[in-house]
């Protein structure tokens, strides 16, 4: 958004991000990619660039829309990438001078590792539900047509039409080892 604002004249710029929003209040996907079309072509007749800009963002704009709607609201936004942000900026503030630029690596990594316990912690702060992943995993099974099959450990295999897994080397062998 800050983007397309940058080229727009200041006396727009309101109009162009209402505009803008629009796509993104949509209830459904197929309404998203139908405004996405409107909101570009009507504000190409004033702002050529502006439409450009939108088309050439287009994947990006709506990648949103291959998830379910419950996930819609948490995938655009850019929140927990902020936050997490603020947190390497104050532990690094707090530290000051760095010996060198491994230990900086040490300890923007010790925090980001401890970035995903935090959302886990809770069910009412988890980023997204097990429950609403667990229907993202049946809908994207769904659309690849069932020829998944998951394993005791939870790994998802191949399988053909039979339902028998693939294996890599024929009969099960290992290529180094000799029979």
Request: proline share 6%; hydrophobic share 40%; glycine share 6%.
């Amino acid at each position: 958004m800050r983007n397309v604002l940058a080229v727009v004249p200041k006396g727009n710029a309101e109009m162009v991000a209402a505009a803008i929003r629009t796509i993104f209040a949509q209830p459904a996907a197929e309404h998203v990619h139908e405004q996405f079309d409107v909101i570009a072509t009507m504000l190409g007749k004033q702002l050529p660039k502006v439409e450009q800009m939108l088309r050439d963002a287009h994947d990006d704009l709506l990648a949103f829309t291959g998830f379910p709607v419950s996930h819609w609201k948490t995938v655009w936004s850019t929140n927990p990438l902020e936050r997490l942000n603020k947190e390497v900026k104050r532990r690094t503030y707090v530290v000051g001078v760095f010996p060198n630029p491994a230990a900086l690596l040490r300890l923007a990594g010790a925090v980001l590792v401890e970035a995903p316990d935090e959302w886990q912690v809770t069910a009412e702060r988890r980023y997204l539900s097990e429950h609403s992943m667990a229907q993202l995993a049946k809908n994207t099974n769904e659309e690849r047509g069932g020829g998944q099959a998951r394993t005791h450990d939870g790994m998802i295999r191949p399988t053909d039409p039979h339902g028998v897994e693939k294996r890599h080397h024929s009969a099960g062998r290992h290529p180094w080892r000799r029979a």
